[in-house]
T-cell receptor, first 113, second 113 residues
Framework: NAGVTQTPKFRILKIGQSMTLQCTQD?????MYWYRQDPGMGLKLIYY???????DKGEVPNGYNVSRSTTEDFPLRLELAAPSQTSVYFC????????????FGDGTRLSIL | DQQVKQNSPSLSVQEGRISILNCDYT??????FLWYKKYPAEGPTFLIS?????DKNEDGRFTVFLNKSAKHLSLHIVPSQPGDSAVYFC????????????FGPGTRLSVLP
């Protein structure tokens, strides 16, 4: 079972560059999420989606964009990379209810230099 | 202001003894709580959850206790094993529908053989 797959695992970007973090899932989750985790902090929600074609902002959306054209894929786009976006990014999938735990990918470690 | 706090960044326990990880929250509207475990270079994985209508939930070696009046929950691991060494995140949500979780910063547990 692949579950939730994130690519790449590591990336170094220069300030001002752009990139897309890929996330795909084969668990048929309607809900999908992007989080970032900074050192010593909990996961903070960037964007989420409740289904194909529907996305919404989380707690820290500035500097990011998402799209959800299919149930399986939920890419996260950084348009103008800034040092403050250096972080570990996690994608997750889940159900609609709180008692349906989210399933996480293994993360993308992104450094902006 | 952190709504979910895990005041111990790290904890060391001898193999076979009890591990107690603590979590405090400030939002009285939080209604559902989860614990996730995270190994290095992997995404968080769901461990155990509890609804606010309960004060205890058990799953094998793992028990979560909830004290709503004190806005405090704890995770007990008995007996602790070296494979339990990981970072443990507490998460809370006020919603039964939708997954608007707030994560704590995590506690790194080391179980010493």
């Amino acid at each position: 079972n692949a579950g939730v797959t994130q690519t790449p695992k590591f990336r170094i970007l220069k300030i001002g560059q752009s990139m897309t973090l890929q996330c795909t899932q084969d668990m048929n989750h309607n809900y999908m999420y992007w989080y970032r985790q900074d050192p010593g902090m909990g996961l903070k929600l960037i964007y989420y989606s409740v289904g194909a074609g529907i996305t919404d902002k989380g707690e820290v959306p500035n500097g990011y964009n998402v799209s959800r054209s299919t149930t399986e894929d939920f890419p996260l786009r950084l348009e103008l990379a800034a040092p403050s976006q250096t972080s570990v990014y996690f994608c997750a999938g889940g159900g609609a209810y709180s008692n349906q735990p989210q399933h996480f990918g293994d993360g993308t470690r992104l450094s902006i230099l | 202001d952190q709504q979910v706090k895990q005041n111990s960044p790290s904890l060391s326990v001898q193999e076979g003894r009890i591990s107690i990880l603590n979590c405090d929250y400030t939002n009285s509207m939080f209604d559902y709580f989860l614990w996730y475990k995270k190994y290095p270079a992997e995404g968080p994985t769901f461990l155990i959850s509890i609804s606010s209508i309960k004060d205890k939930n058990e799953d094998g070696r793992f028990t979560v206790f909830l004290n709503k009046s004190a806005k405090h929950l704890s995770l007990h691991i008995v007996p602790s094993q070296p494979g339990d060494s990981a970072v443990y995140f507490c998460a809370a949500t006020p919603d039964n529908y939708g997954q608007n979780f707030v994560f704590g910063p995590g506690t790194r547990l080391s179980v010493l053989p």
